[in-house]
Antibody, heavy 121, light 107 residues
Framework: EVQLLESGGGLGQPGGSLRLSCAAS????????MSWVRQAPGKGLEWVSA????????SYADSVKGRFTISRDNSKNTLYLQMNSLRAEDTAVYYC??????????????WGRGTLVTVSS | SSELTQDPAVSVALGQTVRITCQGD??????AGWYQQKPGQAPVLVLY???NRPSGIPDRFSGSSSGNTASLTITGAQAEDEADYYC??????????FGGGTKLTVL
């Protein structure tokens, strides 16, 4: 079955760290760019970060640049998001999403169920 | 970075046609993607590119684009189409931007 399964969410302290994981199955993970997209409670979708299939190309939203690090282990079919210096405004459901692969644009054709990150003291 | 603007809410009578729009400078150069999100669920891609539907998406969903505006049209809206709809596109930095979302109510 083609799926993405996030884990690692939970309660984080302001200024603290959390590491999210996303296990992929049912497709050739190493050939597809991946992203993290988050959704604060009752709010819209916000793209967080993206990484190319090889891991050589990485980009971040300004809101997380310098605090979050995206990575992937293609041997384990797993995507990661290391979240440091957490802020209350990072509270959200975090989705991992697979890029469809259309040249020169970003469309996400497979999403995980999401993992909730709550930043609070 | 660029922004994409959507109407917060739109309603349509059952069986009628509704258009949901998305505006932004990036749309002058790149086609939008459209996502449907129902409460408590992950988003689902329903349209991408010029007018492409992923496998399994009903053909009542269609898309168009003109200038800085992309549109998602649902022809013959069904009760199960009630959801939040988001557009997305790449921006000038090759990053991703999402619209604020449109809540569609089917009356």
């Amino acid at each position: 079955e083609v799926q993405l399964l996030e884990s690692g969410g939970g309660l984080g302290q302001p200024g603290g760290s959390l590491r999210l994981s996303c296990a992929a199955s049912g497709f050739t993970f190493s050939t597809d760019a991946m992203s993290w997209v988050r959704q604060a409670p009752g709010k819209g979708l916000e793209w967080v970060s993206a990484i190319s299939g090889s891991g050589g190309g990485i980009s971040y939203a300004d809101s997380v640049k310098g605090r979050f690090t995206i990575s992937r282990d293609n041997s384990k079919n797993t995507l990661y998001l290391q979240m440091n210096s957490l802020r209350a405004e990072d509270t959200a459901v975090y989705y991992c999403a697979k890029d469809l692969g259309v040249t020169n644009n970003w469309y996400f054709d497979l999403w995980g169920r999401g993992t909730l990150v709550t930043v609070s003291s | 970075s660029s922004e994409l603007t959507q109407d917060p809410a739109v309603s349509v009578a059952l069986g009628q046609t509704v258009r949901i729009t998305c505006q932004g400078d990036s749309l002058r150069n790149f086609y939008a993607g459209w996502y449907q999100q129902k409460p408590g669920q992950a988003p689902v891609l329903v349209l991408y590119g010029k007018n492409n539907r992923p496998s399994g998406i009903p053909d009542r969903f269609s898309g168009s684009s003109s200038g800085n505006t992309a549109s998602l049209t649902i022809t013959g809206a069904q009760a199960e189409d009630e959801a939040d709809y988001y557009c997305n596109c790449r921006d000038s930095s090759a990053n991703v931007v999402f619209g604020g979302g449109t809540k569609l109510t089917v009356l």
